[in-house]
């Protein structure tokens, strides 16, 4: 089984994948974009009925980071530098959303991304994002002591 059987299997999610119901879908080589698939849990909502912002961030940082995984065939994982996003309209309660990460450029020394959050049938977008990152090696939980 390989790695990317392992994150669909859910045997090699991490521990905030799992919180953030998140799905690995596929991985276009062409275009270096991942899709990934998120239910909207209860507990990442606020008062307002739909989800907290910085959980967004958590959204677009799980999908633009396995973008780059993805596109080093599970070899590497970016650290984050920054992340900015841009909110568009209101993730509702249990709604499945679809993400989009895209790798824009990776050198040895930083790695560029792009994230789009989007209803599940694609007619509205609720979230962008970008991020610069570093290259490192991927942890596997027995490293970090998780597994």
Known sequence: ????????AGADSSPHSNLLGSHFVGFDEATQTATMRFTVKKEMTT????????????YLDDVMGYAFVA????????????????LIRLIPEGA???????????GRRVVFLEGEL?????????????????????????ETGMG
């Open 1 to 8: 089984m390989d790695w990317r059987d392992q994150i669909q």
């Open 47 to 58: 008062w307002r009925g739909g989800v907290q912002g910085g959980l967004i961030a958590g």
């Open 71 to 86: 596109a080093t065939d599970g070899e590497m994982a970016p650290l984050n530098l920054d992340l900015s996003m841009t």
């Open 96 to 106: 499945t959303i679809i993400g989009k990460g895209r790798v824009i450029k990776a």
């Open 118 to 142: 989007w209803s599940e049938d694609g007619s509205a977008l609720y979230a962008r994002s970008t991020s610069t990152a570093i290259p490192t090696a991927r942890p596997s939980p027995t």
